[in-house]
């Protein structure tokens, strides 16, 4: 998927409501062409997020395709909505993007091969229907290999769902090897799949095997790096998603642990009914989820300050954040991941040969 030129469809959630399509734009080698969103077409997409790629917003693939003068190699379906549902009103798109000679790459649960329509069209066309959320279909329970590996594991967790673990991760992996660590990422959703180009989407494996996924993936590179960052999904107060959250907390068997969390959220995210611990407990509580299998230490916090306008004011948050919870903490796009990074390495973990080329895990 590395290197593709794209469309990204983000109808009407461009960019607040697309992290999918932020993240790819962001950190993903591909070539953005155009996004898709029918609220904003016309616009651009440095009209609402400066600093990434630029590219026209447009109301349609047609649009899109033209836009690109035909250049196009695939769309990209760049919303996770609650469920993962598929909207309808997505299908015109999806089946223009088809007989123009595009795959289409989602990260969907509803699965783009599993609906007759669109999978009958894409073979009539011979494109590739890409469905990141399936998992191996050979996965099994964890065995502790995951302690086994060379390389010192860091797992980004989070005080609520959408609070930056991903883009946490990746700023980790980023300045680690600034400094000549040998990092690398490991991606476990739908939106690190499609900008790593491999993974197991862990919120989409059976129960049963989810720690499992994530000790697969360890085992296969964790003797090729000095320090690896599992992406974390979720939260474990989350009552709706903390079942990932604490697979993938158990199938790291993490030495470290990076908090993140969102200033100013105070409820969760889509369950407002349900209130936010205090930023202290959560230290408590992974750490005491995480002991039974590794010793595993809150070693700094991740801190998104994007709805926070005034730098002054961010900074504040920051420091405030990382008194907190008591480790060393930084908003890693606003500022940075050094400080995180800081943390990690005073906490022993990622020291080793200099760095290789590249800073995704490759299989």
């Known amino acids: 998927m590395s290197d593709d030129r794209i469309a990204i469809l983000a109808h009407e959630k461009f960019p607040d409501r697309a992290k999918t399509a932020l993240g790819v734009m962001r950190y993903g080698d591909q070539d953005v062409r155009a996004v898709l969103d029918r609220d904003r077409a016309g616009d651009r997409v440095h009209d609402h997020v400066p600093d990434i790629s630029d590219a026209p917003i447009v109301a349609s693939f047609d649009d899109a395709y033209a836009a690109a003068d035909g250049d196009l190699d695939a769309l990209y379906i760049g919303i996770a909505p609650i469920g993962g549902g598929f909207d309808e009103s997505w299908r015109t798109d999806v089946e223009a993007a088809i007989e123009a ?20 069209l894409a073979a009539e066309h011979g494109v590739d229907l890409i469905d990141v959320r399936e998992p191996d279909d050979d996965l099994s329970v964890a065995t502790g290999a995951s302690g086994d590996i060379d390389a010192d594991v860091v797992c980004t967790v989070g005080t609520d769902c959408s609070v ?16 000549g660590i040998d990092a690398a990422f490991v991606p476990t959703g739908q939106t690190g799949i499609m900008i790593a ?107 998104n300050t994007k709805d926070v306008d005034d730098d002054a004011a961010a900074a504040d948050a920051v420091d405030n954040f990382g008194d907190e919870i008591g480790a060393p903490s930084a908003d890693p796009v606003r500022d940075g991941a050094d400080r995180i990074v800081d943390g990690i390495v005073e906490a022993g973990l990622g020291e080793g040969d200099a760095a290789a080329d590249g800073g995704v895990a490759e299989r």
């Open 101 to 120: 000679g595009c795959d289409v790459v989602s990260g969907l649960h509803y699965f783009l091969n599993e609906d007759d329509e669109l999978a009958a």
């Open 164 to 179: 930056g673990k991903m883009t946490a991760s990746l700023e980790i992996v980023a300045a680690a090897r600034e400094r």
């Open 197 to 303: 180009g491999w993974g197991n989407p862990i919120d989409r494996v059976v129960s049963d095997f989810t720690a499992g996924a994530v000790e697969e993936m360890l085992v296969e590179v964790g003797d090729d790096h000095d320090l690896l960052v599992v992406e974390g999904q979720g939260s474990i107060v989350h009552p709706a998603y903390s079942a990932v959250t604490c697979g993938i907390l158990h199938g790291s068997m993490a030495d470290g642990l990076v908090l993140c969390h969102a200033a100013g959220r105070e409820a969760i995210h889509g369950y407002e009914s349900f209130s936010l611990p205090p930023l202290a407990e959560y230290v408590d509580l992974y750490e005491g989820l995480a002991a039974p299998v590794s010793e595993g230490r809150v070693v700094a916090g991740a801190l």
